[in-house]
């Protein structure tokens, strides 16, 4: 019990009158880690996460944050969390170090504005205003605002959506970091690579349910396999059946002349195949292979992929 | 600080600045006057403009000498006599003109009144215009005075051009009540809504500030502003315009911050729910045209029809307008707006109360 941030069971939100955001999902997250939340758009991440926040209540379910309830201590869990929310806009004429301050001001213990500065390399930018921060820079004093209080537990949703490459890779050292010093991180993402880089557990969600748990290297191996292979045949020629029967070959799907297989041993799987095409005179048009990602996990459950 | 031992723990966290830094309405309160004082046009909306409105009407409506009373005579034999005899009054502008070009002029109103020399003389006016009027009754004056009526008595006349009676001094207390008004609607219900649209009110409630703490950075920024707006615009219409200020200044410094609370309130009201600034300044100035031009900003409420005065009355920025009114220019006390005062008061109660169980936090 005392090893848990959060203990979610049975959790439903249902905005009427016919919109059912989150379906009874199940949650527990251990104190120390950095769970990902990873689903496509409207599977419910932000409804579940702003419940958990103590923003939304939800219509049915059972909660425990940090073993405190949201209706018996409100103020306590508000003083020993942080969040992020998808797409704040601060203050456009207050400077770094002004809004740092300020929020700062609402907790009655936590970190020196110097320290959070360090935290999410914003020292340099300290005197500039919000207005005129890059979008990653606004990312990072979102999450030095979060920081500020020194959190238990740390609630990030969507915290790299619409940064550059270079702004995410910052942002996700800002997130390494606070895990590192003792932080326990939700975060929501639509990016897997996102997930499978932070994340020592992801759930699955799709429909307000979470669909699949488990460290990322688990999830791949345990849906997916270890290897996916992909390639264009006519599909006419080829039938499912022959080809999930090759050996070294788990599962195949394909949509139209695209094929998609995965494998446990290419080295035994990719001769087969090739063999198998051959003989019966179908034409390859296109091969390739990948380790299998969260994002193969996604497709295989659900047959949808994650962005769309 | 020094530290004379090597540490081995790390250090509690260090209670950061004095008692500015720690207290949330205090950074709250600096927020919004930072917010304030670095959006130029929002301080030129509010500080400026009401003085360039009053140097604008103030010499627009700038006291001038009477106009002169304009007359032709209808050329003739006796015409000369008649010129010379309206002539010889004060304020009188005439000339001699054929009939039909004095018959032009007056339909023009290039003239009021056309005298048609004769016995008796005859003299055409339109007797619906006040203009026309005045120069009948001025004209016949001259004219009788001429022939050799004697006054039955000379009254002696004062003028009457006082500071107080004048048009700027009428605006000025108008100007002010408005500005507490459009500065209160905007300034608390423009400003929350902006906040709850860029989700930054939904990320403050999320962590341990007061609610109430908030609301009461608005209250405390009205009350700044009025320690600034205050002197600055009756100090300007003082020393450009010689506005009186005959009653107290703590009259005036509490009928302002009543008001100030009234409109804040219903500022608050406005934007106790609304979602994006476009629907809250629709409702802003839904709320304030009726108040521009029935509570006496311009011109005085009293032309509009008696019917209609028990509601303009009860009207927040009547009671705030009629009260600085009073109290600039006649000298009245508090104590003598009791009626003003508590307009304000339940305004300012009212709406506060209804705001704070309709708002919409997150």
């Known amino acids: 019990m005392g090893d848990l941030a959060i203990r979610c069971r049975g959790l439903v939100k249902r905005y009427p009158p016919d919109v059912l955001a989150v379906d009874g999902l199940d ?73 740092l301050r300020l929020f700062r001001s609402f907790y009655p213990r936590g970190r020196t504005i110097e320290a959070v500065l360090g935290l999410v390399a914003l020292e340099d930018k300290r005197k500039a205003r919000y207005e005129r921060l890059s979008g990653g820079q606004k990312q990072r004093l979102a999450v030095a605002c979060a920081l500020v209080s020194e959190p238990e537990l740390l609630f990030l949703d969507e915290p790299t959506t619409g940064l550059d490459p270079q702004s995410r890779r910052q942002l996700w050292d ?49 849906v997916v396999g270890q290897e996916v292979v992909e390639f264009e045949a006519p599909h006419d020629g080829v039938e499912e ?59 295989t459950l659900t047959g949808r992929r994650l962005r769309d | 600080m020094t ?59 700038r006291a001038k000498p009477p106009d002169p009373v304009r007359a032709a005579v209808v ?13 010889a009054g004060p304020a009188v502008d005439v000339r001699v003109l054929g009939d039909e070009e004095a ?8 003239v009021a009144v056309v005298v048609e020399p ?12 006040p203009d026309s009027r005045l120069a009948r009754t001025v004209v016949d004056d001259l004219l009788q005075g001429a022939a050799g009526r004697r006054d039955v008595f000379a009254a002696r006349t004062e003028r009457f051009t006082e500071p107080g009676s004048r048009y700027v001094d009428f605006l000025v207390p108008g100007l002010l009540g408005m500005n507490v008004m459009s500065s209160g609607m905007w300034g608390v219900g423009w400003v929350i809504v902006e906040d709850r649209q860029k989700k ?58 009543v008001g100030a609370m009234a409109f804040a309130g219903l500022g608050l009201l406005v934007g106790s729910r609304a979602r994006n600034s476009q629907t809250v300044g629709g409702l802003i100035n839904l709320v304030m045209m009726p108040m521009f031009v029935l509570s006496g900003v311009f011109f005085s409420s009293r032309h509009f029809p008696e019917a209609m005065q028990p509601a303009i009355r009860i009207l927040p920025l009547t009671a705030l307008n009629d009260g600085l009114r009073a109290i600039m220019n006649d000298g009245t006390s508090l104590t003598a707006l009791g009626s003003q005062l508590a307009i304000l008061a339940v305004v300012a109660a009212g709406s506060f109360a209804l705001a704070l169980r309709w708002f919409r936090w997150t």
């Open chain 2, 200 to 257: 930054l009110l939904k990320r403050i409630v999320a962590t341990p500030m007061r609610r109430s703490e908030y609301l009461l950075a608005f209250v405390i920024m009205r009350m700044l502003f009025l320690v600034v707006e205050v002197p600055i615009l009756v100090g300007f219409a003082m020393l450009a315009f010689g506005t009186p200020l005959r009653g107290r200044v703590l009259d005036l410094g509490v009928i302002m911050a």
């Open chain 2, 75 to 87: 050329a003739g034999p006796r015409a000369e006599a008649v010129r010379a005899a309206l002539a």
């Open chain 1, 241 to 299: 059946a022959s080809v999930r029967a090759l050996p070294g070959v788990e599962a195949a799907r394909h949509e139209g002349r695209s094929w998609s297989l995965t494998v446990s041993g290419l080295h035994v799987a990719i001769p087969a195949l090739l063999d198998h095409l051959d003989a019966r005179g179908v034409p390859l048009t296109a091969l390739s292979t990948h380790r299998a990602s969260l994002e193969d996990v996604f497709v």
């Open chain 1, 174 to 222: 800002v997130v390494e970091e606070a895990r590192s010093s003792g932080h326990t991180v939700l975060l929501t993402t639509h990016y897997m690579d996102e997930a499978e880089r932070l994340c020592d557990r992801v759930a699955i969600v799709d429909h307000g349910k979470v669909i699949a748990l488990g460290t990322p290297r688990e999830l791949v191996a345990r």
């Open chain 2, 118 to 129: 004769g016995d008796p003389p005859v003299y055409r006016f339109d007797p619906t215009s």
């Open chain 2, 3 to 61: 530290e004379l031992e090597p540490r081995r723990e790390p250090p509690p966290p260090r209670p950061s600045g004095g008692f500015a830094e720690r207290s949330p309405l205090v950074q709250l309160a600096l927020a919004r006057l930072r917010s304030f004082y670095r959006e130029p046009e929002a301080v030129f909306w509010s500080f400026g403009f009401p003085i360039l409105l009053t140097i604008a009407l103030g010499i627009a409506f």
């Open chain 2, 103 to 110: 018959h032009r002029a007056l339909r023009g109103g290039q």
């Open chain 1, 27 to 99: 949650l527990e997250i251990r104190r120390g880690e950095c769970f990902g939340l990873l689903g496509p758009n409207g599977a419910g991440k932000t409804t579940t996460i702003e419940i958990l926040e103590g923003l939304l209540d939800p219509t049915a379910g059972e909660i425990e944050v940090l073993g405190r309830r949201w209706s018996d201590h409100p103020q306590e869990l508000r003083a020993r969390l942080g969040i992020t929310l998808q797409e704040t806009r601060l203050p456009d004429r207050l400077t770094v170090e002004e809004i």
